[in-house]
C-alpha cells in the first residue's frame, strides 16, 4: 500500500482531517508513538511513515575530473578548485596535502544532500563543513585553501550520518518529551542532548540527531516547526554543536565529560 495512502488512513482513524493535521497533532504533543501503534493496528498494518521516504540523488565525483580519495573517509571525495588566490600559509598547506592527511568533520555535521566545502589549514587537517556553517565566515580572512568536497556513498544503503540541531523550548512540563517524541516520529536517532535555560521563560536544547539524509533531517524540522512550544527550530550554530560534540561518556558507564 502506498504510503501517502496510509498516512491518510491512519489520519482518518484517528479522527483527523489529513496527514498534515496527524503530523501538527504529533508535534502538540496531541498524539503520542504509542497511539499510533496502536489505531495502526486497527487498520491491520504496520506504523507507517507520515513522509513517504525518498532516496537522495547525488552528483558522482569523477577521477577525470580531478576528484581523488583520502585514506581517512571513504564517504567522500575531494578536488582543489581553480583560480583560488593562495597567500602564505595556504599554499604551505596545499603543497602538503596528500593521501594521508586527515579529515574532520564540523561538528554541526553534514548529511548526503548537503552542499560541502572543505577547508584545509596549516594543522594539516582538513576540516568539511555544511555551506551554510557560520564558521566559514572567520574562514574567508583566514590564510587556508578552500577544497571541493563531495559525497561518494551508496545511497541505497543504510547508513546514519550525524548532525546538530538546536531549538528554543517554553519552560514548561512536558516540553522536552514533546520534543524528543516528534524527532522518534520521524524515525530519527537522538544520539545526544544539551539543555540549558537561557531565560525564565525558556531553555535552549540542542541534539545531535543520527538520519539518513537532508531529506529525513528536513522531515524532523518541519514536524518540530509545528510543534507548540518549540521555537526557532534549527541546525545547530558551529559553537552551539560544538558544546555538545565534546560530551563524552566514559567507557565505564560513569559521568559524562565534556
Not at 577547508?119 to 582538513?126: E, F, K, N, Y
Not at 543504510?158 to 522518534?184: C, D, H, R, W, Y
Request: glycine letters at 6%.
Amino acid at each position: 500500500e502506498d504510503e501517502e495512502v496510509a498516512a491518510k488512513k491512519l489520519a482518518s482513524e484517528m479522527g483527523l482531517k489529513n496527514r498534515a493535521e496527524l503530523v501538527t497533532a504529533i508535534g502538540t504533543g496531541e498524539i503520542n508513538s504509542s497511539d499510533m501503534q496502536k489505531h495502526a493496528a486497527k487498520l491491520g498494518t504496520k506504523r507507517r511513515r507520515l513522509f513517504p521516504r525518498r532516496r537522495i540523488s547525488l552528483p558522482v565525483p569523477k577521477k577525470a575530473d580531478g576528484w581523488f580519495s583520502l585514506r581517512d573517509s571513504s564517504s567522500f571525495r575531494f578536488r582543489v578548485p581553480g583560480g583560488q588566490r593562495l597567500r602564505s600559509r595556504g599554499k604551505a598547506a596545499l603543497a602538503r596535502l596528500d593521501f594521508n592527511t586527515p579529515v574532520m568533520t564540523s561538528p554541526e555535521g553534514v548529511v548526503p544532500g548537503d552542499r560541502m566545502v572543505g577547508i584545509l589549514g596549516t594543522d594539516g587537517m582538513l576540516g568539511i563543513y555544511p555551506i551554510h556553517s557560520d564558521a566559514l565566515v572567520k574562514k574567508h580572512d583566514e590564510d587556508v585553501a578552500w577544497i571541493d568536497v563531495l559525497w561518494d556513498i551508496d545511497t541505497e544503503a543504510e547508513q546514519l550520518f550525524g548532525v546538530a540541531i538546536s531549538m528554543l523550548a517554553a519552560n514548561k512540563p512536558g516540553m522536552l518529551a514533546q520534543a524528543t517524541a516528534t524527532i522518534a516520529s520521524c524515525e530519527a536517532n537522538i544520539k545526544n542532548l544539551a539543555l540549558h535555560m537561557v531565560s525564565p521563560d525558556f531553555y535552549q536544547l540542542v541534539f545531535q540527531l543520527e538520519v539518513r539524509d537532508l531529506v529525513q533531517l528536513t522531515e524532523a524540522l518541519t514536524t518540530l516547526r509545528h510543534s507548540a512550544g518549540l521555537h526557532k527550530v534549527q541546525r545547530a550554530k558551529f559553537d552551539e554543536a560544538s558544546t555538545i560534540s565534546r560530551i563524552d561518556w566514559q567507557s565505564d558507564g560513569s559521568e559524562p565529560r565534556s
